[in-house]
């Protein structure tokens, strides 16, 4: 029996890749050895694995068959360019189709705003005309979407800025509760000071009589009765 035929498509297996890459590059390069020895020809191959690593042969120095091919390859380009037919100054079929199209548009484009009607039959007019009504009804129709659009936003504009207003409104009397606080609470504190002041005045004056009452070889008590006293005689006198 006969070797079966493989079907030459990527192996998914990696490792079936790699077993068949090692055997068909060592065949390669063995063939290409052959070919330059019974042939006597100039051979270099080169070969880079899926992973990246560089496999090479050449039968003499293989920057020389690489220089020899650049060489070569440059001749050929300048060949192909030399025999190409020059038809850059001949209009092209393509071209002048593109052309008429549009060269036809242009004239759509004039008739649609009124002009060059010369020529027209009536249906032709009367389905110019219905094109123009529908482009009209299809305009106003875009004009009213793009004002409702336009309001809606002015709509949300709006009301940001009311929110803005209602809480700066509500920072300002925020702060004007704030002060009323402090007012009240410095005219308190003012109040309470007066207090303490006058409870000084006080103090102060029954030392001051303590103090005399005690030079003198009177008592506070005395002194503070005498008083009285007096008060009470000069109510009586009134009287």
Do not use: W
């Not at 493989?6 to 090692?22: C, D």
């Not at 410095?186 to 002041?197: I, L």
């Not at 005399?212 to 000069?234: A, N, Q, W």
């Amino acid at each position: 029996m006969g070797r079966g035929k493989i079907e030459i498509k990527k192996i998914e297996n990696v490792n079936s890749r790699q077993v068949t890459f090692s055997k068909r590059r060592g065949g390669l390069l063995k063939k290409a050895r052959e070919l330059s020895i019974l042939c006597d020809a100039q051979v270099a191959v080169i070969i880079f694995s899926g992973t990246g690593k560089l496999y090479e042969f050449a039968s003499s120095r293989m920057e020389q068959i690489l220089a020899r091919y650049s060489r070569n390859h440059e001749r050929l380009e300048l060949a192909v360019v030399d025999h190409a037919p020059n038809h850059q100054n001949e209009p092209t079929a393509d071209l002048i189709a593109l052309k008429d199209e549009i060269e036809k548009l242009h004239m759509v484009n004039r008739r649609m705003i009124g002009k060059e009607l010369e020529g027209l039959s009536y249906n032709d007019l009367h389905n110019l005309e219905q094109q123009l009504t529908e482009g009209i009804l299809s305009v106003k129709d875009r004009k009213e979407k793009v004002l409702r659009e336009q309001l809606e936003k002015s709509k949300v504009q709006e009301k940001k800025v009311l929110e803005q207003n209602e809480a700066l409104l509500d920072k300002i009397e925020e702060l004007r509760r704030h002060a009323r606080v402090t007012s009240n609470e410095s005219r308190v504190f003012g109040s309470k000071e007066a207090c303490s002041s006058s409870m000084l005045d006080c103090i102060s004056e029954k030392e001051g009589l303590s103090d005399t009452s005690l030079r003198l070889g009177f008592s506070s008590v005395d002194i503070c009765g005498k008083r009285k006293i007096d008060k009470v005689d000069e109510t009586t006198n009134d009287n």
